[in-house]
Every structure is written in C-alpha cells, then in structure tokens.
C-alpha cells in the first residue's frame, strides 16, 4: 500500500482517522486552555506546564494496572465511550470556581484512561490495515495530529482571548462528543483481538512479555526518552513567550506534520531505516539555540525544524511491530503510547523546575541537550534491532470486520518465528 488513495478506500479507516483527528482537536483546545487558565491563577511555569502536560504522568499507572483492556474490549464502543468520558471531563473541568486541585484531580483520573485508548485505537488501526499498509496509516494519523494541532493552537489561541479559557474547555468538550459519535457510527462492531477479561495480572503477564526482548527494550526507549525530552521542552513555551507560545506550539506541529509526510509516503523503506538516529539528532539539536535566549523569528525557525525530527517515531513504531506478534499488537502499541506520554509528562514537570530555579530557556536548552545524549547512547542498539528485524513478507488482506482480529498461527512467544512487517 503506497498511496493515500489506496489507504482511505480502506474499509473503516476513514472513520478511524475522523475519530482520532476530532480527539486530537479536543486534547490540543483544552490542553493549552488549561495551561493558560492554570498560569494566570498561579504564576508558575511548573503547574502550566503540568497542566498541558501533566495528565501524561498517570499513563504509568494504566500501562501498569489497565493495558490489558487494549486488546480485550471491542473497540468501538471502547473508543467511543472513552471520547464521552473526555467530553464529561472537560466540562467539568470548566466549572466556574474549580479549583486548581479539582482540575488536577481530574485530569489524573484523564490520563489513566489515556492509556487504554492509545492501545484501542493504534491496535485497531494495525488491525483494518494490511501489513505494507500500517507506516502509511499511522503517518496519515501523524499527519492528522499535527495538523490538528496547528489548527487547534491557532483557533485555541482566539478563543482564549475571546471566550475566556473556561469558554475554550467547552468547545474542546464538544469536539469530544462529535468524535463519539463518529467512532459509534463509523466503524465496524469487532471482538477483542484477545479473549478474557482485562486484568492487573495480565497486563504485567504481556508487559513483561514484550519488555523481555532485548530488542523491543531498545525501541522503546528510543520512542520513549527523546522524544518526551524534547517535548519538556516545548512545554516552556507559554513561559518562554506567553504572548507566541501559540504560533510556537503551531509551528512545531507542522514541523512534525511536514516529518511524517516525507518519511511515511516519499522515504523508500530502504532508506528508512537508516534514517532513526539521524532524525532524533534533528530532533534535540536546534533547541540547543535557546542557550542564547534567540528572539521569537529565530526560535520559531529552530522549532519547525526539529519537530520535523518527531518523524523518527514511525521509524521505530515499524521496527517494533516488525519484533512483535500480531495479537499484541494492541498492548504493544498502548505501551508505546502510554511510555511516550509518561515521558512527556516527566520531562514537563523537569523542565518546569529547572525553569523555576533558572529560566524557561535554560530548561529548554537543557531539555535538548540529554535528548541527544541519550540518542547517541542507544544508536548502537537501534542499529542492532534494525538489523535483526524480520524481513518484510507480502501482506494479507485486512481482518474482517466481525473477526476478532490478529493472526492466531503463532504463540505469543519474546521473539516472532514468523516476519512481521510494519
């Protein structure tokens, strides 16, 4: 599968992609409402960064305690009913005299559930597409983030100013409904990829499973470190420069939206491959810029540019189911997810405090700085799970819409015997 054509006459991928674009739109509106509402009730960089970032933190616990349910609940409704607690949460959360505790509080509770969803909803999309066709969906749905995260920032931005951040919660709050409603009517009533109920017991069982390759241990880490690092240092924006902190949390969407766009529809598969440090190098690097406090057109430039290196994702989401049985699919890619944005969250709340005893450019030079330490400290064994990955075999035709999804001709075992391409 190799063109956008191909991809959106794929049955249910088109509804796929609407749901996850509407979820993007609510979480990018609400997150930078949030942030601003909770920055000019406190003053401080740590809670405003915590704010926009923070709910990331609670996905250790659900990758811990409730990733199971990936793989173990049909997805529609799981997506859908997922989307009407955020929808709920929201406008809740934009109650007049909330307190800052009581968004916090809520926005924990938020983060827990993140982590299932992730899983639901990037195990389904493994699930619609053939095996060529998966790197080309998840870049599309990239593409989506980032582009609804330009158009979120931008639009979230004049509705701040406009309906106030607590009037911007409720429009974020609706996105979530119609989104529901989109995954409910759109797509197809499938079984779990897995039978059994969702557990404690099990999901440690598979986590354990999936960290047990020396290879897979190694993706994820590169998925997980520099990247969340680098989005720690994203979240000084709205301290760096609170009136631009918009057009710079725009411009590093479409720097993303302009990554994924080149590697997952014009990048041969040969050469991708290759490409994982490098991009991850072009990720943490022109932060280091912020070292001289550059004004807004210089720091603008550094941003779009490096976000172009979150494309490195795609690079080590292929490698990594290409090292992963099918019927994992779902908790393998919910444990990425769920890894990420524990990450992300972390370095939120460093870089938050780093700022607070120096500055948010300090913290965000600081931030780009160890993502590129810890990319050159685990090239070597990228370039080892890159070499040993299954080679690539041709694909089948998507699952049907009433089956449970995953091939079932091999056990769960830590290392494939069959290839698995992404």
Avoid: K
């Amino acid at each position: 599968m190799r063109t956008y054509r191909e991809l959106f006459r794929t049955p249910e991928f088109t509804p796929l992609f609407a749901a996850s674009s509407l979820q993007i739109a609510g979480l990018t509106i609400s997150g930078l409402a949030l942030g601003t509402h909770i920055y000019e009730e406190t003053g401080s960089p740590l809670l405003s960064a915590l704010a926009m970032f923070g709910p990331s933190l609670a996905q250790v616990l659900g990758a811990t305690l409730l990733l199971s349910a990936a793989d173990r609940l049909p997805p529609r409704a799981a997506m859908a009913a997922l989307a009407l607690v955020y929808a709920a949460a929201t406008a809740v959360q934009a109650t007049p005299g909330m307190p800052v505790w009581g968004a916090f509080a809520i926005l924990l509770c938020l983060g827990l559930l993140a982590s299932v969803g992730g899983g639901v909803r990037y195990g389904l999309l493994n699930e619609i597409l053939p095996r060529d066709g998966y790197l080309l969906g998840r870049s599309v749905v990239n593409m989506s983030a980032g582009a609804m995260q330009i158009t979120g920032f931008a639009v979230g931005g004049v509705l701040v100013s406009t309906l106030s951040p607590r009037g911007t919660l409720l429009v974020a709050a609706g996105a979530f409904l119609v989104g529901a409603a989109v995954a409910r009517a759109g797509l197809g009533a499938r079984a779990p990829r897995l039978a059994g109920r969702p557990s404690v017991a099990e999901t440690w069982r598979v986590n354990a499973l999936l960290w047990s390759s020396r290879h897979r241990r190694t993706l994820y880490l590169a998925l997980w470190l520099p990247n969340g690092l680098v989005v720690g240092a994203e979240s000084q924006f709205v301290p760096y420069d609170p009136g631009r902190a918009g057009l710079l949390l725009a411009l590093a969407a479409l720097g993303m939206l302009a990554g994924d766009v080149l590697a997952g529809r014009f990048v041969p598969a040969r050469w991708r491959a290759r490409l994982g440090v490098p991009l991850l190098m072009l990720l943490a690097v022109p932060y280091l810029v912020f070292v001289l406090r550059p004004p807004t057109a210089v720091a603008a430039v550094a941003v779009t540019v490096a976000s172009a290196g979150f494309a490195a994702s795609l690079v080590q989401q292929e490698r990594l189911m290409a090292h992963t049985p099918d019927e994992l699919s779902g908790q393998a890619l919910g444990l990425h997810t769920a890894g990420m944005l524990t990450m992300q969250g972390v370095a939120a709340a460093l870089a938050g405090g780093v700022a607070e005893l120096t500055s948010p450019a300090t913290a965000m030079t600081a931030m780009g700085a160890a993502s590129a330490a810890v990319t050159l400290a685990l090239a070597p064994g990228l370039r080892a799970a890159t070499a040993a990955a299954p080679a690539p075999t041709a694909a089948p035709a998507p699952h049907p819409p009433g089956g449970g999804g995953g091939r079932r001709d091999r056990e769960p075992e830590a290392r494939p015997r069959a290839p698995r391409a992404g």
